[in-house]
């Protein structure tokens, strides 16, 4: 079945540097990836959808400057965290969609990153 | 519009005794509708999905979900519940009539007991 890797599955870093987490598709093709933040014991939330080789669209109330998407290729989408605070420790979970019908076809899912900024 | 509600924030469950986890949705168009199982500090798992063809929908690990339109309902049921069920499960709806993104449902914790 399809395979979304995420990585790291977990990073601790200081306050006010900067993290990159990768969300690859392994053995599919995948034009549009998803970004999720998952706070403790609450749903999934869509912070944007990345779409290879043009710019990530994101969901409103995320600041694009602080959480950089980059799509370079269709297997490798990144988040970058920057100038993390603390107020951005959380779960970040990435996704793909595999085939071709759309909101029908279900999104196969990375294990997730699970980020503490000290 | 879309949106998902999932009744139950926790269900707890003996090992052995069936499972239901509610999900109810409205939607604008026919929808598609999703069941995530999520385990600790993992990513979410696709148990099954139901996309107009059957409107009982058979799953990975013994689950299945039954579409009901008239009660814009898609419940989740298991037979007999394992220790290993015990996770996190996210209801999903995909509204195909428009280009929005999947809703996800707040979740629910599913305890099993011994």
């Known amino acids: 079945g399809a395979v979304v890797s995420q990585h790291p599955s977990w990073v601790i870093c200081k306050s006010g540097t900067s993290v990159k987490i990768e969300c690859r598709s392994l053995?599919?093709?995948?034009?549009?990836m998803f970004w999720y933040r998952q706070f403790p014991k609450q749903s999934l939330m869509l912070m944007a959808t990345?779409?290879?080789?043009?710019?990530?669209?994101?969901e409103q109330g995320v600041e694009k400057d602080k959480f950089l998407i980059n799509h370079a290729s269709l297997t490798l989408s990144t988040l970058t965290v920057t100038s993390a605070h603390p107020e951005d420790s959380s779960f970040y979970i990435c996704?793909?969609?595999?085939?071709?019908?759309?909101?029908?076809?279900?999104?196969?899912f990375g294990n997730g990153t699970r980020l503490t900024v000290t | 519009a879309q949106s998902v509600t999932q009744l139950d924030s926790h269900v707890s469950v003996s090992e052995g005794t069936p499972v239901l986890l509610r999900c109810n949705y409205s939607?604008?168009?026919?929808?598609?509708l999703f069941w995530y199982v999520q385990h600790p500090n993992k990513g979410l798992q696709l148990l099954l999905k139901?996309?107009?063809?059957?409107?009982l929908v058979k799953g990975i690990n013994g689950f299945e979900a039954e579409f009901k339109k008239s009660e814009t309902s898609f419940h989740l049921t298991k037979p007999s519940a394992h220790m290993s069920d015990a996770a996190e499960y996210f209801c999903?709806?995909?509204?195909?009539?428009?280009?929005?993104?999947?809703?996800f449902g707040s979740g629910t914790q599913l305890t099993v007991l011994p």
């Open positions: 990345s779409n290879e080789g043009s710019k990530a669209t994101y």
């Open positions: 053995d599919f093709q995948a034009t549009t």
């Open positions: 999903v709806v995909s509204d195909r009539g428009s280009a929005r993104q999947l809703t």
């Open positions: 939607s604008s168009y026919s929808p598609s």
């Open positions: 139901y996309t107009s063809a059957a409107t």
């Open positions: 996704s793909a969609r595999v085939g071709t019908g759309g909101n029908n076809s279900p999104l196969h």
